[in-house]
């Protein structure tokens, strides 16, 4: 969800956020315990009928797609050859509907309004679960991706900079001390925007 | 302007000893705080909205003591921190903006008003919902400044925020510290950012060891460089 989200007014980006988490849900449990290949085909046509009325960019969209390629060009011949081609164009199929209706999703719908979806469905338990603080938990988890992404990065090339040959603990190490720093800070963070209660 | 006020405040991490028996009263519009790295001054002001807690003395913000009411100060006293990377919280500039907002008992269309107005005001709208981790340096420190002031804090403390920018984000930085109503206080090195401030204060071991004109403070603490 990090920086997937693509602005627009569509029917899709506009849509619920919950009913388009349940088609999702729904579309991804018929398609993938359907053994008809006509029902994956549909599915696969819908999908394409939806990131067309979505308006997202299509490159966006291909790059989504394109790593279970990757993957399909290893599992489709071996699939094919031990259980045949049938059951291999069908798993190819139902992959490929999936991850492209999960991309349209997290194309069509903002971090924020997946956070209050969840906020939503967890307040009949809100005797049990405080909803706003695992909403908060979930955001903080998406944005420190990138934050430690850029801290490996940068340990990596302070690594190469002094010529230090490759141990994992020279990467873990100062890896572990900065992110434990960086939450640290966060922390200081979240009280000064007045989340300290 | 709040009225900022240090009464005989000590501080020590460990056996270091890093403010000691600071009385001061900040009620100027635009005050600087400068300093060498280890002098006292980012804990001074991170005392002034709670985060750092003074081991004897108080600090009020309007006659409310910080320590016993730093829910309320935090409310006035808006901060910026030196590498804004740790202060943005949610993936994109908009959510990060409005996440100020969410407790503040506003409704969706306030809180999308406010936060479409901050964006403009700080020249972010065409990057509103861009992953906030791709801005620029400067851009991220433009956020970080954009989701304080969408709280519409009446003080705002700036701890380094031009540190880790180039020379043009501080410019940038230091016209907009201008333009403000708010009152800002500031902790810097680069000098010339406080130069037309309204007030200087330089602290060294733990003192205040000059208060007054910028002019009069900046030349007792480049002879305390000498």
């Not at chain 2, 000893?17 to 001054?41: F, P």
Request: glycine residues 6%.
């Amino acid at each position: 969800m990090i920086g997937l989200y693509s602005p627009g007014s569509s029917l899709i980006h506009r849509a619920p956020t919950l009913l388009k988490l349940f088609l999702l849900s729904l579309c991804v449990v018929v398609i993938g315990t359907s053994p008809d290949l006509r029902v994956v085909g549909g599915a696969a046509a819908g999908a394409l009928l939806l990131f067309l009325i979505a308006r997202v960019p299509m490159r966006a969209a291909a790059g989504q797609i394109a790593p279970i390629l990757l993957i399909l060009l290893v599992a489709v011949p071996i699939q094919g050859l031990l259980s045949g081609w049938l059951v291999a164009t069908l798993m190819a199929g139902r992959l490929l509907v999936a991850v492209a209706l999960a991309a349209l999703f997290t194309m069509t719908t903002t971090v924020t309004a997946v956070l209050e979806a969840f906020q939503r469905l967890l307040r009949p338990f809100r005797r049990f679960v405080d909803a706003d603080r695992v909403g908060l938990l979930v955001a903080l988890t998406i944005r420190c991706i990138p934050l430690v992404s850029d801290i490996v990065r940068e340990v990596l090339e302070a690594r190469t900079a002094r010529g230090t040959q490759w141990s994992l603990m020279s990467i873990a190490v100062p890896v572990v001390v900065r992110s434990l720093y960086a939450a640290d800070a966060l922390g200081e963070a979240l009280i000064a925007r007045g989340l300290d209660d | 302007m709040s009225s900022i006020r240090f009464e005989q405040v000590s501080h020590s991490f460990g056996d270091r000893s890093v403010l000691h028996d600071v009385t001061l009263e900040l009620t100027e519009q635009r005050i600087g705080i400068v300093g060498a790295n280890g002098s006292g001054k980012s804990t001074l002001v991170r005392m002034i909205n709670g985060l750092v807690a003074p081991q004897s003395g108080t600090v009020t913000v309007d006659g409310q003591n910080v320590a016993k009411h730093a829910r309320d100060v935090r409310r006035k006293v808006g901060f910026i921190f030196t590498n804004p990377d740790n202060q943005i919280v949610m993936p994109t500039v908009r959510e990060d903006v409005a996440f100020t907002l969410r407790r503040r008992g506003l409704s969706p269309a306030e809180i999308a008003e406010r936060t479409t107005a901050a964006l403009a005001k700080f020249g972010l709208s065409e990057h509103a919902d861009h992953p906030a981790h791709r801005l620029s340096g400067g851009q991220k420190q433009l956020l970080a400044l954009a989701a304080v002031l969408v709280a519409e804090p009446a003080t705002i403390v700036a701890d380094e925020p031009t540190t880790l920018l180039d020379a043009r984000n501080i410019r940038r930085i230091s016209e907009l510290w201008q333009t403000l109503p708010q009152q800002v206080i500031v902790v810097t090195h680069h000098l010339h950012l406080v130069e037309n401030f309204d007030r200087v204060i330089v602290i060294e071991k733990g003192e205040v060891v000059a208060d007054g004109a910028p002019e009069q403070s900046l030349a007792a603490y480049s002879a305390l460089l000498a």
